[in-house]
T-cell receptor, first 114, second 111 residues
């Protein structure tokens, strides 16, 4: 049973560039979550998918952020026109059981915007 | 007021002692509670979850939940240097399963 995987693990970009991150959940987990974590803080919820449907978006997710899960398997998170404030660890988690929120995290993608 | 609050620490305990980590939450609708361990530069790793009032034990770890007081705790017995990490408390159950995390408590276990 492979865990949640994320790609890339690290990304350095210049302000104004677009970046895209990928998350592959644990096989057959139908719930997928994106969180963002900055230094010294706990993860903050960004968005949630059940299968291919995006069911909730945090107000933290500005118009520059978009997420997809086109076939209910992997998901992508795109940030357009990156800003220095976007520098953070972007975490993906998946969950297997409806009605329980036990979530398993991937290794994260660490983004640095210069 | 933050929805989930933890003492940021750092909490320092000697090897072999009991480490006690505390968490309070503000949303009475929260139904499930989780403790994650996070080593520096790594992602959160699930340690325990608890849904019902009372204690839940798993090896050296005991989670305690008191919904009336809106309080969750984690006890680590026989603490080891390898337990040194940030411990994150999270609450869920109010909206599509999203978790609300506290800011984490840094635990240091010294030999």
């Amino acid at each position: 049973d492979t865990g949640v995987s994320q790609d890339p693990r690290h990304k350095i970009t210049k302000r104004g560039q677009n970046v895209t991150f990928r998350c592959d959940p644990i096989s057959e987990h139908n719930r997928l979550y994106w969180y963002r974590q900055t230094l010294g803080q706990g993860p903050e919820f960004l968005t949630y998918f059940q299968n291919e449907a995006q069911l909730e978006k945090s107000r933290l997710l500005s118009d520059r952020f978009s997420a997809e899960r086109p076939k209910g398997s992997f998901s992508t998170l795109e940030i357009q026109r990156t800003e220095q404030g976007d520098s953070a660890m972007y975490l993906c988690a998946s969950s297997p059981i409806p009605g329980r929120e036990t979530q398993y995290f991937g290794p994260g993608t660490r983004l640095l915007v210069l | 007021q933050k929805e989930v609050e933890q003492n940021s620490g750092p909490l320092s305990v000697p090897e072999g002692a009991i480490a006690s980590l505390n968490c309070t939450y503000s949303d009475r609708g929260s139904q499930s509670f989780f403790w994650y361990r996070q080593y520096s530069g790594k992602s959160p790793e699930l340690i325990m979850f608890i849904y019902s009032n009372g204690d839940k034990e798993d090896g050296r770890f005991t989670a305690q939940l008191n919904k009336a007081s809106q309080y969750v705790s984690l006890l680590i017995r026989d603490s080891q240097p390898s337990d040194s990490a940030t411990y994150l408390c999270a609450a869920g159950g109010t909206s599509y399963g999203k978790l609300t995390f506290g800011q984490g408590t840094i635990l240091t276990v010294h030999p």
